[in-house]
Antibody, heavy 119, light 108 residues
Framework: EVQLVESGGGLVQPGGSLRLSCAASGFTFSSYWMTWVRQAPGKGLEWVAN????????YYVDSVKGRFTISRDNAKNSLYLQMNSLRAEDTAMYYC????????????WGQGTLVTVSS | SYELTQPPSVSVSPGQTARITCSGD??????AYWYQQKSGQAPVLVIYEDSKRPSGIPERFSGSSSGTMATLTISGAQVDDEADYYCYSTDSSGNRGVFGGGTKLTVL
């Protein structure tokens, strides 16, 4: 069974840093693109960043470029999101999602980890 | 940056047909995908590649795309279909994803 379990969320002050993790199981992690998607409270979904199977390609939404870094450790079946210089507008539930091997969509999602940026 | 535009809300009575639109300049080139999200839950894919239905999704869900607009149609909407619906696609480079703003479907 495919499972994606996020962790690392919490309360952080503006300007602070946080590292999110996503533990993957039930599939060959190294064979899939992976993506982070976030959702601010009461708002819509926002694509944040994705990473190729071997980590050689990474893409970001403009609002997080230069502040967030996506990475992965295929030996540990884990996806990460390093978030620096956090702002109030980064407050959201952060989901990791597996990109389908058949097309540009997500076939599995985690349950999310909540990040709150507030003083 | 690339945007997908959806109506904020759609309301229908049970048994009626609900149509949710999504417009974007790159849709003639890139597929549209539709996700259903119920309160407190992760999104679920209901339509992929404009019009294909994943296994387990009821036949009343269908999709179409023409030019710069994609449409999700729920024929004979049920109360259980009340949810937020998001269209999703990629930008012109194909490297970055983008979600529409979401449409709240009310069935009552």
């Amino acid at each position: 069974e495919v499972q994606l379990v996020e962790s690392g969320g919490g309360l952080v002050q503006p300007g602070g840093s946080l590292r999110l993790s996503c533990a993957a199981s039930g599939f060959t992690f190294s064979s899939y693109w992976m993506t982070w998607v976030r959702q601010a409270p009461g708002k819509g979904l926002e694509w944040v960043a994705n990473i190729k199977q071997d980590g050689s390609e990474k893409y970001y939404v403009d609002s997080v470029k230069g502040r967030f870094t996506i990475s992965r450790d295929n030996a540990k079946n884990s996806l990460y999101l390093q978030m620096n210089s956090l702002r109030a507008e980064d407050t959201a539930m952060y989901y990791c999602a597996r990109d389908s091997e058949f097309g540009a969509y997500f076939d599995y999602w985690g349950q999310g980890t909540l990040v709150t940026v507030s003083s | 940056s690339y945007e997908l535009t959806q109506p904020p809300s759609v309301s229908v009575s049970p048994g009626q047909t609900a149509r949710i639109t999504c417009s974007g300049d790159a849709l003639p080139k890139n597929y549209a995908y539709w996700y259903q999200q119920k309160s407190g839950q992760a999104p679920v894919l209901v339509i992929y590649e404009d019009s294909k239905r994943p296994s387990g999704i009821p036949e009343r869900f269908s999709g179409s795309s023409s030019g710069t607009m994609a449409t999700l149609t729920i024929s004979g909407a049920q109360v259980d279909d009340e949810a937020d619906y998001y269209c999703y696609s990629t930008d012109s480079s194909g490297n970055r994803g983008v979600f529409g703003g979401g449409t709240k479907l009310t069935v009552l």
